[in-house]
């Protein structure tokens, strides 16, 4: 008796997470479960329908342009968000001044809530008098129908999380190079490598671990981009639907049109696209341990 | 002679260079709230301040309850960080530096959390809060936040290099329960951790949009992120004015962050690379 009581205090301690937990995580995903069986408006009587929900989704050309239109913008936005990060990683790892102040500035957007900046780059992608435009003007190129063009609305909204992303990536990256061994480049230096040999030879194998938590980080959070497409966009996602993205979609059914049965499946089918990308990226990072034998 | 390098001067003009451009949509949200509508749709775009954004702002507390919507922002964003520092040290702590039959189970379910996505909860969390009364209301927001699994996570990472075993027995010869001992010993040591987390909460909880725009319908008290897509939807003709209202949204934040700034980067970088 008296055992079973001695770690009371501890179990106290760490009940509210497990209670908040079972209230709204285990409860509402075993219910969004019984939801995707059901047609309800959150209204009315609830409807069993039995596997209907999931075979519409199987069809549901939408909710695959919603599947395509995510990845579409997690390739354009992540690959050069990389790119950029990596430079201006580069750069603050060298011997320049006012580090402090660069750092703050490229990290800033990170925090910045993305409604208020979707609406200051809704005004930069207006199609007449966006500055966008104007500058694209000065140097020469037709303006760009940013917010009607398919494929300008992805570019769109990719500059938008490249904007938002690249300072948060760039100090990770920094924080990557700094914990590099130092006598590696001695070594490379020695050898008579020069700068960009030395990069791609020796600091972007050493840097593997870090680029690789970027690229899951990005994955985690750009198969989640809802925001900037609903602020910029509307519930609809724009003409052609070019920015409906897989959450907008399911905010869409859910909340715009009551269809909580079938959100609830489109919920379901944005975790198994979750999961699929998540198997991907662990794929990726086991296999270096398989090319160096699995050794630690 | 100690001069610079010409290469380190090409580094150090490119990055300005980048960190403006960074920066420019700031500037440019300035430019924009403090000029007329008129002002904003011209050509070429205005590149500097006006003299309207007093008026500007002015009529943004006019048109929506902007006012209410700072207040509301401001006690989610408060209490939230409040309780999740409280409930996540305390947890941290807890699993941090005591064993206990279950512990490592528990902590493992605890990781395990983090792989359910926040939409396939939504709708039921939604019907929840329905069957609560609690649609429209600011507890819909603080409550399911008040406790959460990266913050303890995080924070047990922190706590368990930080507190030393030897002061846990001492305060244990001194007679301190449990309770005790974390707030003397374990809460002082911690206070990094808790900066960290604690601006980590409040910009997130201050930012906030998709959960507080379905949870919060239909309601008079709206969150700055839902009252700014609110103001956008109603007055996108004035665009002056959702302008003034963005920057007004912001300001706060930007103030925030800048406190903690260059501690709250080092906390990023350093928790992804031990990580």
């Given at each position: 008796m008296n055992r079973r009581w001695k770690y009371l205090p501890q179990y106290l301690a760490i009940a509210p997470f497990f209670v908040l937990f079972a209230v709204f995580g285990v409860y509402p995903v075993v219910y969004s479960l019984w939801l995707s069986l059901q047609r309800w408006n959150g209204v009315s009587e609830m409807k069993f329908v039995g596997l209907e929900n999931f075979a519409f989704l199987l069809t549901d050309t939408a909710f695959w342009d919603a599947i395509g239109n995510t990845l579409i913008i997690w390739v354009m936005s992540t690959i050069p968000m990389l790119v950029l990060s990596m430079l201006v990683a580069l750069g603050l790892n060298?011997?320049?001044?006012h580090k402090d102040f660069l750092r703050v500035a490229y990290f800033l957007p990170n925090v910045t809530s993305i409604v208020a900046m979707s609406l200051v780059f809704g005004s930069f992608f207006s199609n007449e008098f966006g500055v966008l435009n104007w500058f694209l003007g000065l140097i020469g190129v037709d303006p760009v129908q940013w917010l009607n063009d398919p494929w300008a609305i992805r570019v769109a909204i990719s500059l938008m999380i490249i904007w938002r992303w690249t300072g948060y990536n760039a100090i990770i990256l920094l924080a990557g190079l700094q914990a590099l061994p130092q006598d590696v480049y001695e070594a490379a230096k020695l050898d008579g490598a020069g700068p960009v040999q030395t990069f791609f030879r020796v600091t972007l194998p050493l840097l593997r671990p870090v680029i690789l938590f970027s690229v899951v980080m990005s994955a985690i959070g750009g198969l989640q981009i809802f925001t900037e497409s609903q602020i910029l966009l509307g519930d609809r996602g724009g003409p052609e639907g070019a920015g409906m993205t897989m959450v907008l979609y399911f905010y869409n059914t859910a909340f715009a049109d009551n269809d909580f049965g079938y959100g609830a499946a489109i919920a379901w089918g944005i975790f198994v696209v979750v999961v699929l990308f998540s198997i991907l990226n662990w794929r990726l990072v086991q296999r270096p341990a398989r090319v160096n034998g699995g050794g630690k | 002679m100690n001069r610079t390098k010409p290469g380190t001067l090409l580094t150090y003009g490119a990055l300005v260079a980048g960190a403006l451009i960074t920066l420019f949509p700031y500037y440019q949200l300035a430019v924009m709230a403090s000029n007329t509508t008129a002002d904003i749709y011209s050509s070429p775009p205005k590149f500097w301040f006006g003299g309207h954004l007093a008026d500007n702002i002015g009529e943004v507390f006019a048109k929506v309850d902007f006012f209410g919507s700072v207040l509301n922002t401001l006690v989610v964003a408060i209490a939230t960080t409040v309780l999740v520092l409280f409930f996540d040290s305390l947890a941290a702590f807890t699993f941090a530096k005591y064993d206990f039959p279950g512990s490592n189970v528990l902590f493992g379910i605890l990781l395990a959390t983090f792989v359910v996505p926040t939409q396939l909860a939504a709708i039921p969390q939604f019907d929840l809060m329905a069957k609560f009364g609690l649609v429209g209301s600011l507890n819909a927001l603080i409550i399911p936040a008040a406790a959460n699994a990266f913050g303890i996570f995080w924070m047990r990472q922190y706590a368990r290099g930080a507190i030393a075993d030897e002061l846990l027995e001492a305060a244990r010869v001194d007679g301190a329960g449990f309770f005790r001992t974390y707030l003397s010993v374990g809460l002082p040591v911690l206070r990094p951790a808790l900066a960290f987390l604690g601006i980590f909460t409040f910009v997130n909880t201050w930012n906030d949009y998709l959960w507080p725009l379905v949870v919060l319908i239909d309601s008079n008290h709206v969150t700055l992120q839902v009252a700014l897509a609110q103001l956008n939807g109603l007055y996108v003709q004035d665009y002056a004015v959702v302008m003034a209202g963005t920057l007004v949204a912001i300001v706060p934040l930007v103030i925030v962050f800048l406190f903690g700034a260059r501690h709250f980067i080092r906390n990023i970088a350093a928790g992804a690379v031990k990580g």
């Open positions: 060298s011997s320049v001044r | -």
